[in-house]
C-alpha cells in the first residue's frame, strides 16, 4: 500500500511538471533509443551476411588469385590462376565433388534499343550447382556448347529485367554483347542483393567463349568447388594450396599467389567488420546513457532541494530514512525507465524508418529490448541513489523550517 | 495521573558563528496524559527548540526525556521516526499539508508508514471526527485555510498518538476559524487525548488548563488555571 502511495506520488511529481521531466527523460531517450536502433542494424547486416552463407552453400571453397589481407582480397589483378588450375585441383583432390572456373569481365549489352553495362562469368556447366543457382527458364548451356566456345548466354534476373522489361521472356532471343550477336538459352531465379554486388546483375556464358572471343585472356579470376559434405575443409584447403604451390613452383620463402577461402573465413570476416560497427556505435550509444543519467540525477538534486519542506513533514509524521530514500530512488527509476520505453519505441521507430527508407534490414530482437530496459533501469537506480540519499539524510528540523 | 511526558534538565547549544546560544538551559517539566499545557515565551526563548526536542525531531545535548514510559533521548534517528509516528501528532502553522495529494491519502499517509492495517477506513474516520468527512477527495490547494488545518489535524490524530503537539495552530487563520479550530482541540481534549500547544498567542494559552512559560532557554513561570479558567476550556 505504501508503495502504491509512493509510486503514484512519484508519477504525480513528474506529471506536474511535464516539461522538465521530459528534458530529463531525453538524454536516456537518445541514447536507449540510438542503442536500439544501432543494435538492430548490426542484427539486420548479420542476418544478411548468414542468408549469404546458406544461398551459396557452405560446402563452397574459393581460390583467387593474388594474396588475402586482413580485412578483404587484394584487387584481382593478378593473372596467377590458369584453367589447368582449376582441371588439377578436380582431379588430384578427391573430396573436391565439382569445379568450375570464373572467368569474369564487363561488356556493353544490348538488346533492341536497349543498353546495358554488365558483367559476364565465363563458368563451366557445373557453376549453378556450385552456387546454388536456380533455371527460371530455359537451360544451362551445354558441355558441348562449351567445347565449340559457342555465342549462348544464360541471364541473370535483373539483366534481363533491363533489357527486356518487365516479365521478360528472354529465351530463344539474341542478345548483342559488345557487338557479338549470342542467344539467349536460359534466364536464372533470382537469389536478391548480396551484399555488394549482385548475382542478379550478370550474364553465364561458356568459359572457353569469354575467354577466347570476348575478354581475350589466358587466365581466370576464380575457381569455384564443391566439396562433399561432412568435409573437413581445413585439410582439404590445405591440400590445395599445396598442390597450387607446386603447379606454380612457388619457392617456400615466397609467398602465396593465390589464397584460398571458404564461406565460413568469408562470414567471419564480413561479421567482424559489422561487429566492430556495431560495437563502436554501442559505445557512443552507451556514453549518451550516461549523460542521460547525470542529466537525471541534476534535476533529482533540484527536486530534492526543492521538496526539503515535504521531506521533513513526512519525517515528522514518520517517515523512516528508508521511505524517503525509497520515495526519491523510485521517481528517478520512473523517470529514466520511462525515459528507456520511450528510447525503445523511437529505436524501432527509426529502425523500421530507415528499413523503409534505404531498404537496409534491421531486426530488433527481444535481447536488445530487455538490455534497453534494464540498463535505463539501472541508471535510474544508479544516478538516482545520490540523490535520494541526501534526501533521506535530511535533519527533520531543519528541513521543516527550509523556507 | 500518570505523567505522559517527563523531561530532566534538557540542554540544548547551536552554534551561530562564534556565539555559542544555549536554547534550553536545564528544562525539567512533566505533563500528565490527558492534560491541555500551552507553552508560551517570547520569539528567540528557545520555545521551539523545546517543541522539538518534545516531538521528537531532535535530540537534546543532554538531560533525560521520558515519552509514554519510554527514555527517548538517546535513539537513533529511524528510531525516533517510529516514535513520532506512534506517539506524537503535528499541527503546525503553516498547515504542511503535502502537495498533489488529497486529504484523505495526506491522512493516510502516517498509518501507511506505521504500518497500520485498514489504513483507508481509519483515515476517513479520522476526517469525520474534525468535520471533513466530505471533502476527502480535495487535494489541499483545493481547500480553504480551515480545511487544511482540520486535514492536518485529523492526520495528526490518525494513529492516535499518545500527544498532540500543536505549532501556532491559529496563527495562520483569521480570527473566527481561529476560534472553530481552537474548539476542534477543545472536542479533542474532550475525548482524553494530551494536547501541548506552542503559541504567543495569549487567547490560544488562556484555553489552556496551564501554561508554561519560558524565557532564555529555562521555565520561567508556571500558571495552572483557576477552576473557573478550566471550565472555559470545555465551553
Do not use: W
Not at chain 1, 544461398?55 to 582480397?73: D, E, K, T, Y
Not at chain 2, 487567547?203 to 477552576?227: E, F, L
Amino acid at each position: 500500500m505504501l508503495f502504491l502511495t509512493t509510486l503514484k506520488v512519484a508519477l504525480r511529481s513528474l506529471l506536474s511538471n511535464k516539461l522538465r521531466s521530459i528534458l530529463s527523460m531525453l538524454g536516456i531517450i537518445i541514447g536507449v533509443g540510438a542503442v536500439i536502433a544501432m543494435l538492430a542494424v548490426g542484427r539486420g547486416a548479420q542476418n544478411q551476411v548468414l542468408s549469404q552463407v546458406t544461398a551459396l552453400g557452405s560446402n563452397l571453397i574459393m581460390v583467387m588469385p593474388g594474396q588475402f589481407r586482413a580485412g578483404g582480397v587484394r584487387s584481382a589483378a593478378a593473372q596467377t590462376l590458369l584453367l589447368d588450375d582449376a582441371q588439377a585441383v578436380l582431379e588430384e583432390i578427391p573430396e573436391v565433388v565439382l569445379a568450375s572456373p570464373v572467368a569474369r569481365g564487363n561488356v556493353q549489352f544490348k538488346y533492341f534499343g536497349e543498353n546495358k553495362q554488365a558483367s559476364i562469368m565465363g563458368v563451366a556447366t557445373t557453376y549453378p550447382a556450385i552456387r546454388n543457382f536456380k533455371l527460371a527458364d530455359g537451360r544451362m548451356f551445354t558441355e558441348g556448347e562449351i567445347e565449340r566456345r559457342a555465342k549462348v548466354a544464360v541471364l541473370g534476373a535483373d539483366l534481363a529485367v533491363d533489357l527486356y522489361g518487365e516479365d521478360p521472356d528472354p529465351v530463344d532471343t539474341e542478345v548483342r554483347l559488345n557487338g557479338v550477336v549470342f542467344a539467349v538459352v536460359g534466364v536464372l531465379e533470382r537469389k536478391g542483393a548480396q551484399g555488394p554486388f549482385s548475382f542478379d546483375d550478370q550474364a553465364l556464358v561458356p568459359y572457353t567463349t569469354a575467354m577466347n572471343r570476348i575478354l581475350g585472356a589466358d587466365y581466370i579470376n576464380e575457381i569455384d568447388l564443391q566439396v562433399g559434405d561432412g568435409v573437413d575443409l581445413e585439410s582439404v584447403q590445405a591440400r590445395i594450396e599445396q598442390l597450387l604451390r607446386r603447379r606454380h613452383k612457388l619457392r617456400d620463402d615466397e609467398d602465396n599467389d593465390f589464397h584460398v577461402a571458404n564461406m565460413a573465413e568469408m562470414v567471419e570476416a564480413a561479421q567482424s567488420v559489422t561487429g566492430v560497427f556495431t560495437l563502436l556505435l554501442s559505445a557512443v550509444a552507451a556514453i549518451s546513457l550516461v549523460v542521460g543519467g547525470i542529466g537525471i540525477m541534476n534535476i533529482m538534486l533540484v527536486t530534492v532541494t526543492e521538496r526539503t519542506r515535504e521531506i521533513g513533514i513526512r519525517k515528522a509524521i514518520g517517515a523512516k530514512d528508508r521511505d524517503i530514500l525509497v520515495q526519491f530512488l523510485l521517481e528517478a527509476i520512473v523517470m529514466s525507465t520511462l525515459g528507456g520505453l520511450i528510447g525503445i519505441l523511437a529505436g524501432v521507430s527509426t529502425a523500421k524508418a530507415g528499413t523503409m527508407v534505404t531498404g537496409f534490414p534491421t531486426v530488433v530482437s527481444s535481447v536488445s529490448i530487455a538490455l534497453a530496459l534494464t540498463f535505463s533501469l539501472s541508471v535510474g537506480i544508479f544516478f538516482g541513489f545520490y540523490p535520494a540519499r541526501r534526501a533521506a539524510a535530511m535533519d527533520p528540523v531543519e528541513a521543516l523550517s527550509y523556507e | 495521573m500518570q505523567n505522559v511526558i517527563e523531561t530532566t534538565n534538557l540542554v540544548k547549544t547551536f552554534t551561530l558563528g562564534e556565539a555559542v546560544v544555549r536554547a534550553l538551559d536545564g528544562v525539567s517539566l512533566a505533563i500528565q496524559r490527558g492534560e491541555k499545557v500551552a507553552i508560551t515565551g517570547p520569539s528567540g526563548s528557545g520555545k521551539s527548540t523545546l517543541m522539538n526536542i518534545l516531538g521528537c525531531l531532535g535530540p537534546a545535548d543532554s538531560g533525560d526525556y521520558v515519552l509514554a514510559g519510554e527514555s527517548v533521548a538517546r535513539l537513533s534517528g529511524n528510531r525516533l521516526a517510529e516514535i513520532r509516528n506512534r506517539y506524537i501528532g503535528f499541527v503546525f502553522q503553516t498547515f504542511n499539508l503535502l502537495p498533489r495529494l488529497s486529504a484523505l491519502e495526506n491522512v493516510e499517509l502516517p498509518l501507511l508508514y506505521g504500518g497500520a492495517r485498514d489504513a483507508r477506513g481509519r483515515a476517513q474516520k479520522a476526517l469525520e471526527t474534525v468535520g471533513l468527512g466530505n471533502r476527502i477527495y480535495h487535494e489541499s490547494n483545493q481547500l480553504s485555510g480551515g480545511q487544511r488545518q482540520r486535514v492536518a489535524i485529523a492526520r495528526a490524530i490518525a494513529t492516535d498518538p499518545a500527544i498532540l503537539l500543536a505549532d501556532e495552530p491559529t496563527g495562520n487563520l483569521d480570527t473566527r476559524t481561529g476560534q472553530e479550530i481552537m474548539a476542534l482541540f477543545d472536542a479533542l481534549h474532550a475525548e482524553g487525548r494530551t494536547v501541548i500547544m506552542v503559541t504567543h498567542d495569549p487567547n490560544v494559552a488562556a484555553r489552556c488548563q496551564r501554561q508554561i512559560y519560558i524565557r532564555d532557554g529555562r521555565i520561567a513561570d508556571q500558571t495552572r488555571a483557576s477552576a473557573q479558567g478550566d471550565q472555559a476550556c470545555y465551553s
